[in-house]
């Protein structure tokens, strides 16, 4: 063996007669230590290793001056001897006797060869100060004097799991160290991943690359944030694969995440794993031997994976050593930051992840992308084609969810194919509920786990009841709307109480942290909206379906819509537009409760009005039939607002050509008004008004002047003359009066409107623009092209821009554009 003398600094070799020497053992620092070519070769001694040998030297000169030799393992023996090569002693690394209790060192079987063997044992803090010893009475006379601090030998002791007399008497056979008390032997390097790899993973670049490049930084956390069944595990699973590979070395932990006793049975079967000493003690703290094993760097590298961490609070709370409850005990507290190590997680909810890594350690998974998901639907299938790409987009492309398809196909081949399972998951939503309900086998499934998409999301949407009752509600009446786009007006009913709104603000922007952290919904580009994938929508409404609440929801969804789609005036568009999509999706909802059903025809007669505004013929007339038939039923035929839908459906019908229809329903509803309200309540008005434009576009242009004429009196009457019922009025008489070749008032009339439009309403209001083009034709009808095309031309621009090019009044204005050019013989134009 070589000893370094610590006077002159010179090794010495020998094989018998070995003299007097003070062991050193210590913790090791990669690259700083130094080595036996170092001290003789008298080359790097700045380093910290160089300076602890010095400082060994120096303390046994001090303290042991009778003793000149030191053994120290990192450099007394020469490394690049094989036949001298062997294993090191690892670390202390203790500040006191609680630490001691703590550290990895005393779980090796060279230490406590070390600690057997040796007469008597001094332990140092790494400023060389006396933390305790084992065996001071056993030192020769002459090292009496020196300082030793307490006895520490009972705690090596319960530290070791060697009973005191086997530490204190090295010749009691039976005392000392038996076979079966002996640490196993060092294990390798291994990896207990309880999954294997699957041959058909397909690589995602975008993720795989993020988690590699964040998971190579010392002390790394890391964490898989996503919808369940997006994939998250199976990447873990993939990179824990590809890291034993790559890096055989390196030990890698699994550890089931989903509660306190999967996540304890884990840590057993990972100290079963590393063969940790003690671990069969009956009062063993497991997760003890595991953070020691862990903070040891002479063990090597590794990676833990926490797989299914959708609950941080266990992890996270403090936990109980009998009737105490000790600061910085949590279950997270025994996975150390260290450099040599590196944690992988995987969670359901981006909000628990931040609970336990930074969020610039988080790597968001969402589902696979369109040629990702035909790529894993091909490869499983062993099929191509335009099918697997079809039943892809249906699934949303949702690994789970294709993983589920693929193993329901091959389990009834050759009587179910990629089209049929297509075809009965288009069929209804209970078929597709159906399909993605059902369990189906897999191979290397977590036995706690599901494989069925829907009951996956069930179990966060339980998850989500119990912990935020509030945001699970939100987000069942969120899959009642349009899923595309969901606003935020829809889904907050404001109140009188200020303080209230206050509170319920907040609440709400913590509902929708809570619903974006499980990826139940995302932000569109415009943050007041959010979207949700379609069979997450199916499923969360099948949620409360199962609890019979669903009716209660739906009721909830048609309240919000009735306090906040407005009527479908111009200056409302913007907003009906909004919301038009989710009346669209009321409309085929049938709620029982009275009060619904009417707040639902409501909604149905304001976005009818909205869509026959707009030239959306078909919507409107089928939302206003639905309207008055709830109507009509509950209320009555004279009920007001009956009236005013059999108006809005009588209008639809004039604009559709079929004037006797529409002649027929506004005479009832004239009469009815007339006796119900009076001849000049201006709903009265509006629809005798409704009458002289039907009448005259059957062309009676002398009932249609009496009326108009009686209109336009009786709201100037009662509304005044700039109101703009009286000018919109005015406009229907303009009409009559070109129609019946009276082009003098015409034109005065409809200059007049036309000037006070503009100045009332603006220059691009439908009802300025409807004017306008009325003045158009009238300058037209007196052979005045010049004036008519210019004006025209106006509207039709404005038209479009506020119409759009498809709408009716937008076409009808082209039209008569195109009219004016062809009776100037501009045929290319026209």
Not at 78 to 100: M, R, T, Y
Not at 140 to 158: C, H, Y
Not at 539 to 554: I, K, M, N
């Amino acid at each position: 063996m070589h000893l370094f003398n610590v006077h002159s600094g010179k090794f010495w070799q020998t094989y018998d007669n070995i003299p007097p020497y003070v062991a050193a053992l210590h913790w090791w620092k990669a690259d700083t230590e130094t080595s036996y070519q170092d001290v003789e070769e008298r080359r790097n001694i700045h380093t910290d290793g160089s300076r602890k040998l010095q400082g060994f030297a120096e303390y046994i000169k001090k303290h042991i001056p009778h003793v000149e030799w030191l053994w120290i393992d990192t450099c007394c023996i020469n490394q690049k001897d094989a036949a001298e090569l062997s294993e090191g002693v690892n670390s202390i690394g203790c500040e006191d006797e609680d630490e001691l209790g703590r550290s990895g060192w005393f779980a090796r079987g060279w230490t406590l060869q070390e600690l057997i063997a040796s007469k008597c044992v001094i332990l140092l803090t790494n400023t060389w100060q006396i933390i305790g010893h084992k065996d001071a009475d056993n030192m020769d006379e002459s090292m009496r004097t020196m300082p030793v601090g307490k006895s520490l030998t009972a705690a090596i002791a319960r530290r070791t799991g060697v009973p005191e007399v086997g530490l204190q008497d090295r010749t009691n056979s039976d005392a000392s160290v038996k076979k079966t008390g002996w640490p196993d032997a060092e294990p390798k390097p291994s990896y207990n991943v309880p999954f294997r790899r699957d041959p058909h993973f397909v690589e995602r670049p975008f993720l795989t690359d993020q988690v590699r490049a964040k998971l190579s930084i010392p002390k790394s956390r890391v964490e898989l944030a996503g919808l369940g069944g997006v994939g998250k595990s199976q990447l873990a699973i993939d990179y824990a694969h590809e890291l034993r590979q790559q890096s055989p070395n390196t030990w890698v932990l699994w550890i089931h995440a989903s509660n306190a006793a999967q996540f304890e049975q884990s840590v057993r079967d990972a100290v079963d794993v590393l063969k940790l000493h003690g671990r069969e003690e009956p009062k063993v703290d497991l997760l003890l031997l595991l953070r020691n094993w862990l903070r040891d760097e002479g063990k090597g590298k590794w990676l833990i994976v926490l797989d299914n961490a959708d609950d941080a609070g266990f992890l996270l709370e403090q936990l109980k050593r009998g009737d105490e409850v000790k600061p910085a005990q949590r279950r997270m507290d025994y996975i150390p930051v260290c450099d040599h190590g590196s944690v992988l997680i995987t969670t359901r909810s981006r909000n628990q992840a931040l609970r336990l890594v930074f969020e610039n350690d988080t790597v968001n998974v969402l589902p696979m992308s369109v040629d990702e998901a035909v790529s894993l639907l091909e490869t499983k299938l062993g099929e191509t084609g335009e099918d697997c790409r079809e039943l892809a987009l249906a699934l949303d492309c949702t690994s789970l969810a294709i993983t589920q398809a693929v193993a329901y196909i091959r389990e009834r081949t050759p009587r179910c194919s990629v089209r049929q399972y297509h075809m009965d998951m288009e069929q209804s939503r209970a078929s597709r509920m159906g399909l993605l309900r059902r369990e189906v086998s897999l191979p290397d499934q977590d036995a706690e786990a599901t494989n069925s998409v829907l009951l996956t999301w069930q179990i966060s949407f339980e998850h989500l009841y119990t912990t935020r009752r509030s945001a699970a509600e939100l987000l069942s009446l969120m899959s009642c709307c349009d899923r595309l786009a969901i606003p935020e007006i829809l889904l907050r009913v404001s109140d009188a109480d200020e303080r209230e709104d206050f509170e319920r603000a907040s609440s709400f922007e913590d509902d929708i942290v809570a619903l974006r952290s499980f990826s139940f919904v995302s932000q569109t580009v415009d943050a007041q909206t959010w979207e949700m994938h379609r069979l997450v929508q199916d499923a969360t409404q099948l949620w409360p379906e199962s609890q019979s609440r669903l009716d209660d929801v739906r009721n909830r969804f048609v309240h919000c819509l009735y306090m906040s789609f407005p009527n479908g005036d111009f200056e409302n568009w913007p907003m009906c537009r909004t919301l038009f999509p989710h009346a669209k999706v009321a409309m085929g909802q049938q709620p029982h409760d009275v009060g619904t059903m009417l707040e639902g025809a409501t909604v149905m007669y304001r976005s009818a009005w909205y869509a026959l505004e707009l030239g959306a013929m078909v919507d409107g007339l089928a939302m206003a039939k639905a309207a008055v038939r709830v109507r009509s039923r509950q209320l009555g035929e004279e009920d007001e607002q009956t009236l005013s839908i059999r108006a809005l459906i009588g209008w639809q019908y004039r604009d559709q050509g079929r004037w006797n229809k529409a002649e027929e329903l506004n005479v009832k509803v004239v009469d009815t008004r007339i006796r119900a309200l009076g001849s000049e309540h201006s709903n009265t008005l509006a629809s005798i008004n409704n009458l002289a434009l039907i009448y005259w576009s059957e062309g009676h242009l002398g009932q249609a002047e009496e009326l108009g004429v009686k209109v336009v009196e009786a709201r100037i009457r009662v509304l005044g003359s700039e109101h703009p019922d009286t000018l919109a009025s005015m406009d229907t008489l303009v009409n009559t009066y070109l129609s019946q070749g009276l082009y003098g008032e015409a034109e005065e009339l409809g200059v007049k409107v036309m000037e006070t439009m503009i100045r009332v309403l603006g220059s691009e209001h439908p009802d300025t623009l409807t004017s306008m083009d009325t003045l158009a034709n009238t300058y037209w009808s007196q052979g005045r092209y010049r004036e008519a095309e210019e004006l025209h031309v106006k509207v039709v621009e404005a038209s479009i821009r506020v119409l759009g090019n498809e709408h009716p009044d937008t076409l009808g204005s082209m039209f008569n554009l195109a009219i004016i050019y062809h009776g100037q013989g501009r045929w290319q134009e026209a």
